[in-house]
């Protein structure tokens, strides 16, 4: 078989066993799933599963490893001209496109384990990224960062399960007032020698 009649193959393999993986997360819930469910629900044996994959966490991990490669990609396009809170709303609107992916694995029938590496993908961003007053300290602390992690995590998670009662815009500019609030706070710690690092 010619290299991209290979590609086209493989990636669309990977996007019936992703759709699978979500309908199926919809349905019954992540911790649930088996892998012969889900190659069951995509037609594709289990021989092309494992070609792509390990195991149902490889699987849902490669998904968020990607979405989170081009949400970050998103919100720390340095040089793009963008401010920063035009940034924020590109990601909300990365949030908004893929909401059926990020509502099933942040839902209650998701998992735990995705929260948790959103939520520490996010502090990461936070602490590496996301531009804020020089200073010592900052919101570089672990703390300021964590909580910042937490509160976009949560921003996402309300936004999903409220059925996105508001346009991406609206809400990311509410959750960069709520991060504007924690960061005045976290900028004072390394003016008073209070950091909690």
């Known amino acids: 078989m010619s290299q991209p009649a290979e590609n086209l193959r493989v990636r669309r393999t990977r996007r019936l066993l ?22 069951g629900r995509a037609m594709v044996s289990r021989a092309a599963f494992y070609r792509n994959y ?3 966490y490889q699987l849902a991990e490669q998904i968020f490893d990607e979405a989170m490669a081009e949400l970050l990609g998103t919100v720390t396009g340095e040089g793009d001209g963008r401010a920063p809170a ?8 990365h949030i908004d496109v893929y909401h059926r992916f990020y509502g099933v694995l942040l839902g209650r029938r998701g ?14 961003m936070v602490k590496d990224h ?5 200073g010592p ?31 991406p815009r ?16 976290a900028n004072s710690w390394a003016e008073t020698g209070n950091s909690a690092s």
Request: hydrophobic letters at 45%.
């Open 18 to 39: 992703r759709d699978a993986l979500v309908d199926l997360t919809e349905e019954r819930g992540f911790e649930r799933l088996t892998v012969g469910e889900i190659t």
């Open 86 to 93: 035009e940034r924020w709303v590109a990601f909300f609107e």
């Open 170 to 185: 609206e809400i990311a500019l509410r959750s960069a007032q709520l991060a504007g609030a924690v960061i005045p706070v």
């Open 130 to 134: 996301l531009r804020m007053p020089d």
């Open 111 to 124: 998992s735990s384990w995705f929260a948790d590496r959103m939520r520490a993908s996010l502090t990461d």
């Open 54 to 56: 390990r195991d149902k």
């Open 137 to 167: 300290g900052a919101v570089r602390d672990g703390l300021a960062a964590t909580v910042l992690g937490a509160m976009f995590t949560q921003s996402i998670t309300w936004w999903l399960e409220s059925g996105r009662p508001c346009p």
